[in-house]
C-alpha cells in the first residue's frame, strides 16, 4: 500500500525525513526539522512570487488552468454569466449558496439601501486635483470610508461584518461613478433605487450627457462583465486582501489596499494598457511588425491582454466577452479597434513563440473595448474591474476570518546583505 508521504533524503547529514502529503502539498513548517545543527533555524522553501505556494486553503473560486476552467462555489462562469445577475453571484460567492427568491430580494433590498454616501465624501472627492486618476480616487475613498463607519473594526461580530460586505458592495459604483463625474467635471448624480445595480450605475456615470445609456442590453452587459471579474482566487489584489486583512484591520481598509493592488499595470490595469497598445498599432497592416517587436523585445514589450499567471489555455472569460462585444456594438456601434484585436489575437495564436509559452488572451483583451464602445473613458476601466472584484476580495477576507489556521500574514526572507559590521561616522566614510 503505498504511503501519502515524501521522503526526503539531506545529502549533508544522510538523514531521512518523512513528510506527510495533503492535497498533494507539503506544509512548508514540517520542512523546519531538516537541520544540520540542532541549533539550526531549519530548511525554508524559497518562492518569490509565490509561484508554487498555496497560502490557504479556500472553497470558493476554483481554476484549472490548463484546461480553462473557472468556477465559483462549483458553477461554470459561463452559466452564471448566462443565468445570473452580479448581486446573486455576489451572494454565491459570500454565503457559498445561490439564494432563494426570498434571499435574493432581501439581498438586493440591503444593497440597494446602502448605495448613498455621506455627504462628507463628496469633499473629498471634490479635494482630488481635476486630472486626478479615478482608480486613485477610489482607492482613497474607499480607505477613507473607515472613518466613517468606527464599527467595521468589530471584525469578528458577524453581524458588523455583514453590514459592512453589504455597506462596500453598495457604495463602490457610487464612489465610482463620482471620481468619474469629478474628473469631467459634471455634477453628481445620486443613486437611484428604483433602478437595478448595473442600471443605477451606468445612470450615475452617464445621466444626462450619453443618450444609449439606457439601453438594458448595455446594463446587462456591465451586469456580466462584473460576474466574469468577481473573483478568481488567490490573485495578487485579494492576497493583498488576505495579508492586510490578517493584520486584522478593518474591510474598508483591507479593500482599499486591494484596489491598489488591482491597480498596477500587470494586474486590473492591464485593459487600460491593451487599448494604449491598439492605439498605438493603429492599422491591422501594423500588427505583423508589433508582433515581431515583442518577440524581440523578449519581455521588454509585451503583448497585453495576453498570458496569465494561471491560465495555460484561452481565458474563459475572454471567450464570453467577445461574444458579448457584439451584442454591445450592435447598439454603441463597432469599435474599430476590435479588427485590430481580431488580427493581434489570429497571428498571435499561430505564432510559435506565443505557442510555446502557452500564451492566450486573458479578461483583459476585449474587455477594454466594450468599455470603449459603451462611453468609459480609459482610465475608469480598472474602476470598473474593482467594482466587480470587490464581492470576491469580502468573500475571500471572510474566509480568511473564519479559517483556524491563517495568523497574521508574514513571509520569511533569505537574509542577503552584510554581515555584522562597525558603524563609520561621516569624518571616516569615503
Ligand atoms: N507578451 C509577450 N510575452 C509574454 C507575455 C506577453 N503578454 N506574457 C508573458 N510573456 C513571456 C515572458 O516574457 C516569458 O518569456 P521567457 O520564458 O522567454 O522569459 C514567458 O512568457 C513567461 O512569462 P512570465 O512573465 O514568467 O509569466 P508570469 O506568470 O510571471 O506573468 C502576466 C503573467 C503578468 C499576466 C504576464 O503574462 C503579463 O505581463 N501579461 C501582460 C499583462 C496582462 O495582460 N495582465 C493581465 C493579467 S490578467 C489579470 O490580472 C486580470
Same mark, same amino acid.
Request: contains cysteine; charged residues 20%; proline residues 5%.
Given at each position: 500500500?503505498?504511503?501519502?508521504?515524501?521522503? $526526503?533524503?539531506?545529502?549533508?547529514?544522510?538523514?531521512?525525513? !518523512?513528510?506527510?502529503? !495533503?492535497? &498533494?502539498?507539503?506544509?512548508?513548517?514540517?520542512?523546519?526539522?531538516? *537541520?544540520?545543527?540542532?541549533?539550526?533555524?531549519?530548511?525554508?522553501?524559497?518562492? +518569490?512570487?509565490?509561484?508554487?505556494?498555496?497560502?490557504?486553503? =479556500?472553497?470558493?473560486?476554483?481554476?484549472?488552468?490548463?484546461?480553462?476552467?473557472?468556477?465559483?462555489?462549483?458553477?461554470?462562469? &459561463?452559466?452564471?454569466? %448566462?443565468?445570473?445577475?452580479? /448581486?446573486?453571484?455576489?451572494?454565491?460567492?459570500?454565503?457559498?449558496? /445561490? +439564494?432563494?427568491?426570498?434571499?435574493? %430580494?432581501?439581498?438586493?433590498?440591503?444593497?440597494?439601501?446602502?448605495?448613498?454616501?455621506?455627504?462628507?465624501?463628496?469633499?473629498?472627492?471634490?479635494?482630488?486635483?481635476?486630472?486626478?486618476?479615478?482608480? #486613485?480616487?477610489?482607492?482613497?475613498?474607499? #480607505?477613507?470610508?473607515?472613518?466613517?463607519?468606527?464599527?467595521?473594526?468589530? @471584525?469578528?461580530?458577524?453581524?458588523?461584518?455583514?453590514?459592512? @460586505?453589504?455597506?462596500?458592495?453598495?457604495?463602490?459604483?457610487?464612489?465610482?461613478?463620482?471620481?468619474?463625474?469629478?474628473?469631467?467635471?459634471?455634477?453628481? $448624480?445620486?443613486?437611484?433605487?428604483?433602478?437595478?445595480?448595473?442600471?443605477?450605475?451606468?445612470?450615475?456615470?452617464?445621466?444626462?450627457?450619453?443618450?444609449?445609456?439606457?439601453? +438594458?442590453?448595455?446594463?446587462?452587459?456591465l451586469d456580466v462583465l462584473f460576474i466574469l471579474h468577481a473573483d478568481h482566487e488567490q490573485n495578487c489584489s485579494t492576497s493583498a486582501?488576505?495579508?492586510?486583512?490578517?493584520?486584522?484591520?478593518?474591510?474598508?481598509?483591507?479593500?482599499? #489596499?486591494?484596489?491598489?493592488?488591482?491597480?498596477?499595470?500587470?494586474?486590473?490595469?492591464?485593459?487600460? =494598457?491593451?487599448?494604449?497598445? /491598439?492605439?498605438?498599432?493603429?492599422?491591422?497592416?501594423?500588427?505583423?511588425?508589433?508582433?515581431?517587436?515583442? *518577440?524581440?523585445? *523578449?519581455g521588454e514589450k509585451k503583448l497585453m491582454g495576453f498570458g496569465h499567471r494561471v491560465y495555460k489555455n484561452y481565458d474563459p472569460r475572454?471567450?464570453?466577452?467577445?461574444? /458579448?462585444?457584439?451584442?454591445?456594438?450592435?447598439?454603441?456601434?463597432?469599435?474599430?479597434?476590435?479588427?485590430?484585436?481580431? %488580427?493581434? %489575437?489570429?497571428?498571435?495564436?499561430?505564432?510559435?513563440?506565443? $505557442?510555446?509559452?502557452?500564451?492566450? +488572451?486573458?479578461?483583459?483583451?476585449?474587455?477594454?473595448?466594450?468599455?470603449?464602445?459603451?462611453?468609459?473613458?480609459?482610465?475608469?476601466?480598472?474602476?470598473?474591474?474593482?467594482?466587480?472584484?470587490?464581492?470576491?476580495?469580502?468573500?475571500?477576507?471572510? &474566509?480568511?476570518?473564519?479559517? =483556524?489556521?491563517?495568523? $497574521?500574514?508574514?513571509?520569511?526572507?533569505?537574509?542577503?546583505?552584510?554581515?555584522?559590521?562597525?558603524?563609520?561616522?561621516?569624518? *571616516?566614510?569615503?
Open positions: 500500500m503505498p504511503k501519502n508521504t515524501l521522503t $526526503i533524503t539531506d545529502n549533508r547529514t544522510g538523514k531521512l525525513y !518523512e513528510i506527510p502529503i !495533503e492535497n &498533494e502539498t507539503i506544509r512548508a513548517t514540517d520542512l523546519r526539522q531538516v *537541520k544540520v545543527k540542532e541549533s539550526d533555524f531549519g530548511m525554508m522553501s524559497y518562492d +518569490p512570487a509565490f509561484l508554487n505556494t498555496a497560502s490557504c486553503k =479556500s472553497s470558493i473560486t476554483y481554476i484549472d488552468g490548463d484546461k480553462g476552467i473557472l468556477e465559483y462555489r462549483g458553477y461554470p462562469i &459561463e452559466q452564471l454569466a %448566462e443565468n445570473c445577475t452580479f /448581486l446573486e453571484v455576489a451572494y454565491l460567492l459570500l454565503n457559498g449558496e /445561490l +439564494p432563494t427568491k426570498n434571499e435574493y %430580494e432581501d439581498w438586493v433590498q440591503s444593497v440597494t439601501q446602502h448605495t448613498m454616501i455621506h455627504e462628507n465624501i463628496k469633499k473629498f472627492m471634490d479635494g482630488y486635483h481635476h486630472d486626478a486618476h479615478p482608480m #486613485g480616487m477610489l482607492l482613497g475613498t474607499v #480607505g477613507a470610508l473607515s472613518t466613517f463607519y468606527s464599527d467595521a473594526r468589530n @471584525i469578528q461580530d458577524t453581524n458588523s461584518r455583514k453590514l459592512q @460586505i453589504i455597506r462596500l458592495i453598495a457604495k463602490m459604483p457610487t464612489l465610482a461613478a463620482f471620481a468619474y463625474r469629478h474628473s469631467v467635471g459634471f455634477p453628481y $448624480i445620486y443613486p437611484n433605487n428604483d433602478l437595478n445595480y448595473s442600471e443605477n450605475f451606468l445612470n450615475m456615470l452617464f445621466g444626462n450627457t450619453v443618450k444609449h445609456i439606457k439601453h +438594458p442590453t448595455l446594463a446587462k452587459a486582501m488576505r495579508s492586510i486583512g490578517s493584520s486584522q484591520t478593518d474591510p474598508f481598509s483591507s479593500t482599499s #489596499g486591494a484596489i491598489a493592488a488591482l491597480y498596477g499595470p500587470l494586474h486590473g490595469g492591464a485593459n487600460e =494598457s491593451v487599448l494604449k497598445m /491598439l492605439e498605438e498599432i493603429g492599422t491591422i497592416n501594423n500588427v505583423p511588425s508589433f508582433v515581431k517587436q515583442v *518577440k524581440e523585445g *523578449k475572454a471567450k464570453i466577452i467577445k461574444r /458579448l462585444a457584439e451584442h454591445v456594438f450592435d447598439i454603441t456601434g463597432r469599435n474599430p479597434l476590435l479588427d485590430i484585436a481580431l %488580427e493581434l %489575437e489570429r497571428i498571435a495564436l499561430e505564432d510559435e513563440y506565443f $505557442i510555446k509559452r502557452k500564451l492566450y +488572451p486573458n479578461v483583459d483583451f476585449y474587455s477594454g473595448l466594450i468599455y470603449q464602445a459603451m462611453g468609459f473613458p480609459t482610465s475608469m476601466f480598472t474602476v470598473l474591474f474593482a467594482i466587480g472584484r470587490t464581492p470576491g476580495w469580502l468573500s475571500q477576507w471572510q &474566509e480568511l476570518l473564519s479559517d =483556524s489556521e491563517q495568523k $497574521i500574514a508574514r513571509p520569511r526572507q533569505i537574509y542577503v546583505g552584510k554581515t555584522t559590521r562597525e558603524f563609520v561616522p561621516f569624518t *571616516k566614510r569615503n
